[in-house]
């Protein structure tokens, strides 16, 4: 298996609140069809025994409270906290969009969330969706464009988060037909350098109006090809945020 060594890797365990049964569901490429009961039991909800586990692990839940899913409907952002606190985690990853000025789309649905999470102790692990990337963009154009959404991002937003993750599973339709992603020789070779040059530009956008953040980058199942990729092409990524799902393909 590949090694990042120059990196410090965080592993972050994140367990859905919806049903997730492949790695291709909550690509930034598509439109998610959230098909959950937005209810919920004891039973439902299994504790984590953080206790049991290495000290250096840090446990989450992944939620999409701001995309106006009906499965959130009649779960205000306490109750969603409490969800997470209950099974003695204290980290919130969810997907944030945000218009060209850096300001988030539904700050209505935001805010509570956050003012949630900040009187509970809850970190909050924002997914910066990468509204304004092209695949068909040269690199200079996708550069510039990922660097102004990240820095405007940051620049409104700055003071609710220590970390950042760069879009999410970019390198899913990235994949040419019959390869695995194992290699970077296994990726459309003009797309993946559209996808490159925009993180490269949302990593130093973010890093130059928030000098302290670390930033994310995702792959799932056996496409780790496109991380090597990144790397190789000079994305300064802090942290690797691995997916594997259940049934991942």
Same mark, same amino acid.
């Given at each position: +298996?590949? +090694?990042?060594?120059?990196?410090?890797?965080?592993?972050?365990?994140?367990?859905?609140?919806?049903?997730?049964?492949?790695?291709?569901?909550?690509?930034?490429?598509?439109?998610?069809?959230?098909?959950?009961?937005?209810?919920?039991?004891?039973?439902?909800?299994? &504790? =984590?025994? &953080?206790?049991?586990?290495?000290?250096?692990? *840090?446990?989450?839940?992944?939620?999409?409270?701001?995309?106006?899913?009906?499965?959130?409907?009649?779960?205000?952002?306490?109750?969603?906290?409490?969800? =997470?606190?209950?099974?003695? +985690?204290?980290?919130?990853?969810?997907?944030?969009?945000?218009?060209?000025?850096?300001?988030? &789309?539904?700050?209505?649905?935001?805010?509570?969330?956050?003012?949630?999470?900040?009187?509970?102790?809850?970190?909050?692990?924002?997914?910066?969706?990468?509204?304004? !990337?092209?695949?068909?963009?040269?690199?200079?154009?996708?550069?510039?464009?990922?660097?102004?959404?990240?820095?405007?991002?940051?620049?409104?937003?700055?003071?609710?988060?220590?970390?950042?993750?760069?879009?999410?599973?970019?390198? *899913?339709? !990235?994949?040419?037909?019959?390869?695995?992603?194992?290699?970077?020789?296994?990726?459309?070779?003009?797309?993946?350098?559209?996808?490159?040059?925009?993180?490269?530009? +949302?990593?130093?956008?973010?890093?130059?109006?928030?000098?302290?953040?670390? &930033?994310?980058?995702?792959?799932?199942?056996?496409?780790?090809?496109?991380?090597?990729? !990144?790397?190789?092409?000079?994305?300064?990524?802090? *942290?690797?945020?691995?997916?594997?799902?259940?049934?991942?393909?």
């Amino acid at each position: +298996m590949m +090694m990042f060594n120059r990196y410090k890797l965080l592993l972050i365990m994140f367990i859905a609140t919806g049903s997730l049964s492949s790695c291709k569901k909550d690509s930034d490429f598509g439109v998610v069809d959230e098909n959950v009961n937005g209810s919920f039991s004891k039973n439902s909800l299994a &504790t =984590v025994n &953080t206790a049991a586990v290495n000290q250096n692990l *840090i446990f989450g839940i992944n939620g999409h409270p701001l995309d106006l899913s009906p499965s959130y409907r009649g779960i205000g952002p306490y109750t969603q906290i409490n969800l =997470v606190t209950s099974m003695g +985690m204290n980290w919130y990853r969810f997907d944030i969009v945000a218009q060209s000025s850096g300001i988030v &789309t539904v700050p209505y649905l935001f805010r509570p969330i956050h003012d949630a999470a900040v009187a509970s102790g809850v970190n909050i692990l924002p997914v910066v969706y990468p509204r304004t !990337l092209n695949l068909n963009s040269t690199e200079a154009v996708a550069y510039q464009a990922g660097k102004l959404l990240a820095t405007n991002f940051a620049k409104q937003n700055g003071q609710y988060f220590t970390h950042y993750e760069l879009g999410n599973e970019l390198g *899913i339709k !990235l994949v040419l037909p019959g390869k695995t992603g194992q290699s970077q020789s296994h990726f459309d070779p003009a797309k993946i350098k559209a996808v490159a040059a925009y993180l490269k530009g +949302m990593d130093e956008g973010i890093k130059a109006t928030d000098p302290g953040a670390k &930033t994310m980058v995702d792959a799932s199942w056996l496409r780790y090809g496109y991380l090597k990729y !990144l790397e190789t092409y000079g994305v300064k990524f802090d *942290i690797i945020a691995y997916h594997w799902y259940n049934n991942c393909r």
